[in-house]
């Protein structure tokens, strides 16, 4: 951290005050459409959730509830999948018991009978912590004490202060919540758009997105959630209609969410030099944030719009079905992880993007407009038998993605050299499964096959596969291609043409080599001397965070494709 002596000496924290040409304090430009700023002061907030306000105020709580004998269990946000052993796997919605949190970015925890290191960033603490007392040494808890915690809370009293615990969390949260973004807009982006020499519109747009619109879109739902906010009885209170009338409006995440890791790589490349470091901590200063660095205030968009499915699902746990508000939160519950769906699956494909890119840049003659003008996805690739009208087989490596299916023919000599064949659109024709024996329209005896039959006119693709269970592959791939072409209309699923450009240009620009990929913005844990465990484990701090998957509380049910295992031996390009 910098002193702010040293800091002076770089950034006059006076220059960076609010102050308009006329000498009084400059409104602020996010006000609602009323004129009413109706903000939570920073005092405000502090009495009424100082954990999330004051600098390691969480870490300092949780310590003193582990060292008072209390169980402290917290959830898993996301997937973490490591192969090291000093490191505790878990999936997204896990139960972790947290022994210990004197560091920051690295706790130590229990999960299905293991203890070791894992991200504070990919878990959230429990709102109920009583609720696991008794079986909080990971998510497969024994059924005995699961029967025990369903018979305590059956007494409607104990429900209904659970319902309360969950109302007040969602909230506090969303207050915070709006502090932070608050922060964002008039700490950050304000004076950065003053230091017109430091930053161009450019910069500013890839580094902090759409956030102001998400600033402006969060007040008016907490706004609407305060209204449904019964502050005397937190139990009756009836948010959930407040969900299901902004649902539409949380799909402004999607943008923000796509264009986060540009912006770390952004900003990571500014951080390197000290001035735009000084800079940046001035701002933090001025506005009185907590010690959190940019990056940091930057991923609470995408750790929200995560959190809401989970703080969703729990208050459903303890809202019974007699409550007047039980279909609405069930309904919403629903409707927000559809919402992380969909930016998730959008995040999905804004990654196949680019390496579909790269693979039509090692295709040799290629010819046409580019794959990703009409597809955004494979789906599935391996060798067939085309056989044409003449009777004559040509032995094809074939790649289906959405909308088409392209041949290629491999190099005699060099065999991981493809070259371009031709393509067939998918969306104008259909598929014919054929029999083993001779087909019709060719006299000749097949084995194996299958058609693509054109819709309009008498044209007919015939292909055999050389095993009954490869046609059998091909035949399901050519029915999950239609039915995921169908579920992308029907949630609007569009790559805009710019981020098409972008995926082309920097495959044309990386040729046959690596892609090059996004900086992380995760900090490195500090050297392992000032991190002993209390325990005196004899392990070593993981040395740097892995990244996070945003949304893997929604992930598609998907089976993953072989292409990208096998593609090294196709191609020259290699991942």
Not at 204 to 210: D, P, Q, R, S, V
Not at 214 to 236: A, M, S, T
Not at 446 to 452: I, P, S, Y
Not at 514 to 530: F, H, I, N, V
Request: proline share 3%; glycine share 6%.
């Amino acid at each position: 951290m910098v002193a702010r002596g040293e800091i002076a000496r770089f950034w006059s924290l006076e220059s960076l005050h609010l102050v308009s040409s006329d000498g009084g304090a400059e409104p602020s430009a996010l006000a609602d459409d009323n004129g009413s700023e109706e903000d939570y002061s920073y005092e405000d907030l502090c009495r009424a959730s100082p954990r999330y306000l004051q600098p390691g105020g969480e870490q300092l709580a949780i310590n003193e509830l582990i060292s008072d004998g209390s169980v402290v269990c917290a959830e898993a946000l996301w997937d973490h999948v490591t192969m090291d052993e000093q490191e505790l796997g878990f999936k997204a919605g896990d139960v972790i018991q947290v022994l210990e949190a004197s560091h920051k970015d690295w706790w130590w925890g229990r999960s299905a009978d293991r203890e070791a290191w894992f991200p504070a960033s990919f878990v959230r603490l429990r709102v109920n912590q009583e609720e696991l007392s008794e079986g909080a040494s990971g998510s497969t808890g024994e059924e005995p004490a699961e029967d025990a915690g369903r018979g305590r809370h059956k007494h409607p009293e104990s429900k209904r202060q659970m319902r309360t615990n969950v109302i007040q969390e969602i909230m506090d949260t969303e207050r915070v919540y709006i502090k932070h973004l608050r922060d964002i807009c008039e700490g950050y982006i304000r004076q950065c758009r003053k230091h017109t020499a430091m930053f161009t519109v450019a910069q500013l747009a890839t580094i902090f997105g759409n956030i102001e619109d998400i600033y402006k879109f969060q007040r008016k739902f907490l706004k609407d959630l305060e209204k449904q906010y019964n502050k005397e009885e937190p139990h009756l209170s009836e948010i959930g209609s407040c969900f299901l009338q902004h649902q539409e409006g949380f799909a402004i995440y999607s943008e923000y969410c796509n264009n986060h890791p540009g912006a770390c790589a952004e900003l990571a490349g500014l951080m390197k030099q000290g001035r735009y470091r000084h800079f940046f901590e001035a701002c933090r200063l001025l506005q009185q944030m907590i010690d959190i660095a940019i990056d940091g205030f930057l991923l609470t968009p995408v750790q929200k719009i995560c959190k809401y499915p989970l703080q969703l699902a729990e208050l459903l746990k303890y809202t019974t079905q007699e409550h007047s508000d039980y279909s609405n939160i069930k309904a919403a519950y629903e409707a927000m992880k559809n919402v992380a769906c969909l930016i998730n699956e959008r995040k999905r494909k804004l990654e196949s993007i680019d390496k579909i890119a790269r693979w039509q840049v090692s295709i040799v003659g290629w010819e046409g407009q580019d794959i990703l003008e009409r597809s955004s996805e494979l789906i599935h690739s391996g060798e067939l038998t085309r056989v044409t009208r003449q009777g004559k087989s040509q032995q094809r490596t074939f790649f289906l993605f959405d909308h088409q299916l392209v041949a290629c023919k491999k190099d005699l000599l060099r065999r991981d050299v493809l070259y371009y064949r031709g393509r067939t659109d998918m969306d104008a024709v259909e598929l014919v499964d054929l029999e083993d024996g001779r087909d019709g329209a060719r006299t000749l005896g097949v084995r194996n096959a299958f058609k693509l039959v054109s819709r309009t006119g008498d044209e007919a693709h015939l292909f055999c596969a050389k095993k009954p269970e490869d046609k059998a592959r091909w035949l399901q791939a050519c029915r999950d291609e239609r039915r995921r072409v169908q579920e992308d209309r029907a949630m609007g699923m569009e790559i805009s043409e710019n981020q098409k450009k972008l995926a082309m240009l920097n495959a044309q620009k990386a040729g046959h080599g690596k892609s090059k990929g996004y900086g992380g913005g995760c900090p490195s844990a500090p050297p392992l001397q000032s991190l002993r465990p209390v325990h005196q484990r004899h392990v070593t701090v993981p040395a740097s965070l892995p990244q996070q998957q945003v949304f893997a509380l929604a992930e598609p049910e998907r089976k993953p494709s072989l292409f990208w295992h096998t593609f090294s031996k196709l191609t020259p390009f290699r991942k």
